[in-house]
DNA sequence: CTGAAAGCGCTAACAG
DNA sequence: CTGTTAGCGCTTTCAG
């Protein structure tokens, strides 16, 4: 195995400590020879000595790890929130511990759980969404928490999240000034705070019109690229008289133009799309998508921050939930469709 | 802090030793009596106690701890290279220490490093591509390390790679065989040996056709889209009588697809592509892409599967190198055009 | 059946 | 200016 420190004191004529001082660049304060100091680096170069961090970390109690926890590391917009987090906290020395829940409530619970036993100093976790329990039990246990995404309704944790309310109405908007009446909508994971967030928006921006939301035409289970395909597969089935659609998520949108292709429907001409966004691509899809454009590098790099200033100050921050704004980018994929006067019509 | 053995031994009114024995289910090898055990078990829990994993590494001078680093995690092929790692270790107990070197060989390095002072048992990494010096010297001190895509050309390393001359050369014969003589390239990062083996399999391909590349004709600098963009502007400006673009990445593809619909050109009708892949979501694309297939997901999984070997038998694998197949999937972005007779003419 | 003690590699009192 | 020693939390001989 590599030298360890005695190695280097023996190979330097030294003792231990005095080692372990060179080493540490703490030669000056402790009036360290320059002579000694140097036949210690010397010797721990010949060795190619490495310092064992879990040594360090045993003893400083300080492993200087980051746990991050994603559903999916393979949808970009996971990725890039943990590569932002890898990015917030690597000048102070962290480094990230990953763990890929899968989706599953389940996996989450237990990688927690292990990374906790790793002694992680920090927990960033983008939840699958329905329980929060063992979030808050390592948040009350004195580790900094930052849940990123789909987090609690209520205030209990520190929350990073786009403000998903807004952005929801902001692309229904849309749809409503450009003539829709009758929206579908490819939702993700139902009883998550983004997808109840945006149907409540759709919802308020729908009263304006004197519109309400058929439950009915809401259809989908998870933010994935299945998820939306099958989901317009049946809306559109059972309701072809649906003239645009809200897809909640990037993969969502893109399983529903896979199934639209599939049914021979063209976006804008025979229904319109808008997404609400976590992909840098979407501008060159087969059809430039009208999105809500949320800040996902942002999103990653507070959460970080957050994470780091918490393990700075030992004390939970004020603020709970760091709201990120979106912004409605449009493209191509909303029709303008003459405006049906009876309004109320729609089912 | 959390409880430590010593509480929970407290807590039961037994020995340290005898509380771990129990803790590390080894109650009956030890003949302990179940109530001895019990009344552990019981006072873990009423602690709370988590075993502290530093202290167990330190101890069993082995931290369950698999380092990977790529050069970018936001790129959906890092991304899923590094899910699959983590999929392929997590059931022999392995955890992903996460690195993004940014694409900068001196921050791989400085990764590499850390990651073996923390102890990581092996490494996996996307190299950037042109130094292999500190991937050999950790090799050769015993930690496995698999290189996964950009490797070095000679079998010094583990290496696990998609099969980049037979793909482009079956992406080029599909543009000969459209008709198209004059063949822009959207290189990535020259040097690396995906990119050359492309460049050679361009090569072979045209000589088929007693053609060659003009390197006039290859452009680009990165596997990014800022490179593809760039690259694709450059091409088309001075050799507006090209053809057809092969783009080495999707993100080069997509930066391609930018910079073509800027100078308003279309796809396939005025400039064909294709593409070597490593995205999911290349057929919604604006035009779907003719493109080599790359299983990210294979070569992810058998990088983390050879390192689990290797950990378990102890010795280096007898295959070095392991290509994973490729497969051309032709998709909208390659039009037929009528063959031009002097087919020498190009230039 | 259970306990005492050594030691993994390192840092930081505490002595000189 | 340098060395000795205790101890971080755990597992595992070695003794009873």
Redesign the pocket.
Known sequence: ?SA???AVADAA??????A??A??GRAKA????EA?EKSVLDAAKKLG?R??RV??S????KTGLVGVVVPDVSNPFFASIAQQVTRAVEDAGYHVLLGDSGELGEREIKLVDQLRSRRVEALVVCPVGHAFDHLAEASSSNIPVVVVDRGPLEETLVHVTSDHYSGSVAAVDCLLKAGHRRIGVLQGLPGTVPNDLRLKGIQDSLAHFGLTLDPRHVAGDHFTTESGERATTELLSDHPDLTALFAFSTPNAIGGMRALKRMGKRIPEDVSMVSFDDAPFVDCLRVPLTSVVQDVRRLGFTAGEIALQQLANGRRPERRRNVIPVQLVQRDSVAQIPVCEDGASLE
């Open positions: 195995m360890n420190l005695q004529g030294v003792s231990l400590s005095t372990s001082r080493l540490n402790f009036r360290i020879s000694t000595f310092p064992n040594a360090q045993l003893r400083a109690k």
